[in-house]
C-alpha cells in the first residue's frame, strides 16, 4: 500500500538546464572540453554579480565532470570482468583529470586574487574560500602524473579483492555471502568456513603487500613535491581537515583504548560463557552466542529496498519518500554477485541531485545496516541538493558519517518492519548497539596504523605486520584466541578497502560514531526535536566548521576521554533494557 501512495505522489528529480553546458554534452575527449575551460578562466570579472555568476558556471563544470566520472565507477565495480566499462573510467582519469587539475588551480588563484571577493555574502562562502586557499597552498604541477598514476593503481585493490570466490558445500560464492556461514551455529561449520575464506585471503596477501607498498612509495612521493614531511601531514591538508590535529588523533585514540576496549573485552567474556567453550576463536565472534539461527531480515535485494523505505517512512515520510524516488530511478545496486567490487557506498551525484546507492548485501542483519546507513548519506545528498555551488555540497567525511551512523541508530525505532518477532528485534538492537561501540577500537587501530605507515614510509612488510599485530593488541579483545591463526591476524588490515583506496579516510568513522550515539540520546529524549536537528545540520552542507554543524544537530564535537566515556555509559545503559 505505501509504495503505491509514494508513487503516487513522487515529483521525480530532472536536471536543470545547464548555463556553460549543452544538456546534451558528452564527455568524449578533451578537445571538446577544454574551450569551456578556456572561457572560465579568461573571463573577465567585472563586479560581485559576474564573479558569482562566474562561480554558479564553474559550479555546473564541476557537477557534470564529477557525476561523469561517478557513473563510469559504479558501472566498473558492478561488473569488474567488463573490460570496456574498466577502460571507460581509466580514460577519464588518465585523460581528462589530469588536464583538468591545472585549470582548477587557475580558477582558485583567479577566485582568490579578484577585487570582489570580500563583497560575496550568504552561508557557505568562509568554508568554501579556506579550503580554496589550502588547494592552491598544496597544488603542485609535477604531482598531476603521480596523481593520476595513484588514482588507476587504488582501484586494483578492487579488482584483486572482487575476485576473490571460495566454494562452500559445493557452491562457489563471493566473500560476503560466505561470511554468512560464520553465523551458522555449528562450531566446526564455521571453523572450517573461516579457514577456507582466510586460505583465500592469504592467497593475496603478497600481491596487495606489493600493491600497497607501492602506493605508501607514490604517495610518499606527492608529500614530498609539495613540500610535507609526510603523507599524513600532506592528506590533512587534502581533505581539508582544519577543525582537528594528528594530536586530536592521538587523543581519540587513547579515549577508545582507555573506555571502550574493556567494555568490548566484555562483551567477549559474556560470550565465552554464553558459547561455553574453552577458548574463544575468531569463527566463534559472528554466531548468535545462545545458539540461535542467524538473523535474516529479509530474502532479497527488493524485499530489504521496501522495508527500509518502509522503515525510513516512519521516522519522517520525507526520508521514505527519497529512497522510493531512488527505486523509481534505479538508482540501487544492492545484491551481492560474482564480478562485483566488495564494499558499499552512497556516491552523490551533484547534477542531478539524486545518489546511487551501491552494495553487496546478502539477507544478513549487517546488510540492514549497511542499507539504513548508506539511506542516511543518501538522505544528506538529497538535503543538499539545492545549495548554490557544487563545493558547498562536497561535504567534509565527519559531517557525512554523523549523517548515515546517526540513521543507523535512528531507525531501530522502525526494526519491526523486519522483524516481526520480539525476540528477533531485540537481538538486532543488541547487535547493533554493542556493534555501534565494537567499531569503535577498530577504527583507532585502522587510524593509528595509517599514522604509523606514513611516519614510517621506508617499513617492510615483516615490520608493517609486526606493527598491525602489536595495535590488534591494543585495540582488540584480549579475550578472543588467535594461537594457530598468527598470520591471519597479522594480514587482517589488508580487508579494510579504505587503506588501499581512500587513505586516511576512517577515523571520520569513529568520531561520527560518537556524535551518532548523542544524536541517538536526544532522540530517545525527545524524537521530533532531534529529527530536526539532525535533517537541519545536514541541510548545511559545508556552509560551516564541522563544530558549527554538530551544534546545529544539537551535538558536540568532541572525542576526549570523558565524552567517550558518557556516551559508552548511555549505550551501556539502553543494553541493559534489553
Not at 79 to 96: P, R, V
Not at 111 to 129: A, C, M, Q, R, T
Not at 282 to 287: E, L, N, Y
Not at 458 to 486: C, I, P, Y
Amino acid at each position: 500500500m505505501l509504495k503505491n501512495m509514494l508513487q503516487e505522489k513522487l515529483q521525480i528529480p530532472t536536471k536543470k538546464d545547464r548555463v556553460l553546458l549543452p544538456n546534451n554534452f558528452v564527455i568524449d575527449s578533451w578537445s571538446k572540453l577544454q574551450p569551456y575551460f578556456e572561457d572560465l578562466k579568461s573571463r573577465t570579472i567585472n563586479n560581485v554579480n559576474e564573479l558569482e555568476n562566474w562561480l554558479v558556471e564553474r559550479s555546473e563544470l564541476e557537477a557534470v565532470l564529477e557525476e561523469d566520472m561517478a557513473w563510469r565507477y559504479i558501472r566498473m565495480n558492478i561488473d569488474t570482468t567488463d573490460k570496456n566499462l574498466a577502460e571507460e573510467f581509466h580514460f577519464f582519469i588518465t585523460e581528462i583529470e589530469p588536464k583538468i587539475a591545472p585549470y582548477i588551480n587557475d580558477f582558485n588563484k583567479k577566485l582568490v586574487s579578484s577585487n570582489f571577493i570580500n563583497e560575496l555574502k550568504g552561508e557557505g562562502y568562509g568554508p568554501y574560500l579556506r579550503r580554496i586557499k589550502k588547494e592552491i597552498e598544496i597544488f603542485r604541477e609535477e604531482n598531476i602524473p603521480l596523481l593520476t598514476k595513484l588514482q588507476a593503481d587504488q582501484q586494483k585493490y578492487g579488482s584483486i579483492a572482487a575476485k576473490m570466490l571460495v566454494t562452500i558445500n559445493g557452491e562457489e560464492q563471493t566473500m560476503q555471502q560466505a561470511a554468512k556461514h560464520l553465523k551458522d551455529i555449528d562450531r566446526n561449520v564455521r571453523k572450517d568456513v573461516y579457514n577456507i575464506v582466510n586460505a583465500r585471503r592469504l592467497q593475496d596477501s603478497d600481491e596487495l603487500n606489493v600493491l600497497y607498498s607501492e602506493l605508501i612509495e607514490d604517495r610518499n612521493k606527492i608529500a614530498g613535491i609539495a613540500g610535507f614531511d609526510n603523507y599524513r601531514d600532506y592528506m590533512f591538508a587534502a581533505m581539508g581537515r582544519f577543525d582537528y590535529t594528528p594530536s586530536d588523533c592521538f587523543d581519540f585514540h587513547n579515549a577508545i583504548q582507555q573506555e571502550i576496549v574493556p567494555i568490548i573485552n566484555g562483551f567477549s567474556s559474556e560470550r565465552k560463557i554464553q558459547l561455553g567453550v574453552d577458548d574463544l576463536k575468531p569463527w566463534d565472534t559472528d554466531v548468535d552466542p545462545l545458539g540461535k539461527e542467524p538473523l535474516k531480515p529479509f530474502n532479497n535485494g527488493d524485499e530489504l529496498l521496501e522495508k527500509t523505505i518502509q522503515c525510513f517512512n516512519r521516522i519522517n515520510p520525507y526520508f521514505g519518500e527519497r529512497l522510493a524516488i531512488m527505486r523509481e530511478m534505479k538508482q540501487l545496486d544492492l545484491s551481492s554477485k560474482p564480478g562485483k567490487a566488495p564494499g558499499g557506498f552512497n556516491y552523490p551525484l551533484h547534477e542531478i541531485g539524486v545518489p546511487f546507492i551501491y552494495m553487496n548485501s546478502v539477507g544478513s542483519q549487517r546488510d540492514l545496516v549497511t542499507m539504513v546507513h548508506e539511506g542516511g548519506h543518501a538522505i544528506h545528498s538529497f538535503l543538499t541538493m539545492d545549495l548554490k555551488l557544487t563545493g558547498f555540497k562536497e561535504i567534509t567525511s565527519e559531517v557525512a558519517e554523523l549523517a548515515s551512523m546517526s540513521m543507523e541508530l535512528i531507525s531501530m525505532d522502525s526494526w519491526d518492519e523486519f522483524y516481526t518477532d520480539e525476540t528477533e528485534l531485540k537481538r538486532a538492537k543488541k547487535d547493533q548497539l554493542q556493534g555501534a561501540l565494537a567499531t569503535l577500537p577498530w577504527v583507532a587501530a585502522i587510524d593509528k596504523f595509517q599514522h604509523w605507515v606514513y611516519e614510517n614510509p621506508t617499513h617492510n612488510v615483516a615490520q608493517r605486520e609486526e606493527k598491525w599485530t602489536k595495535l590488534m593488541q591494543e585495540f582488540s579483545s584480549n579475550v578472543v584466541d588467535w594461537t594457530g591463526n598468527e598470520t591471519v591476524l597479522a594480514n587482517l588490515w589488508q580487508k579494510q578497502l579504505h587503506l588501499f583506496e581512500v587513505p586516511f579516510y576512517y577515523i571520520e568513522y569513529g568520531m561520527a560514531q560518537l556524535g551518532a550515539i548523542a544524536v541517538w540520546r536526544n532522540y530517545k529524549q525527545n524524537p521530533t526535536k532531534a529529527i530536526e536537528q539532525y535533517m537541519a545540520a545536514l541541510e548545511l552542507g559545508y556552509t560551516k566548521t564541522i563544530g558549527e554543524i554538530y551544534e546545529a544537530a544539537g551535538i558536540e564535537f568532541s572525542f576526549s576521554q570523558q565524552y567517550v566515556k558518557e556516551l559508552a555509559d548511555f549505550i551501556k545503559n539502553e543494553l541493559a533494557k534489553l
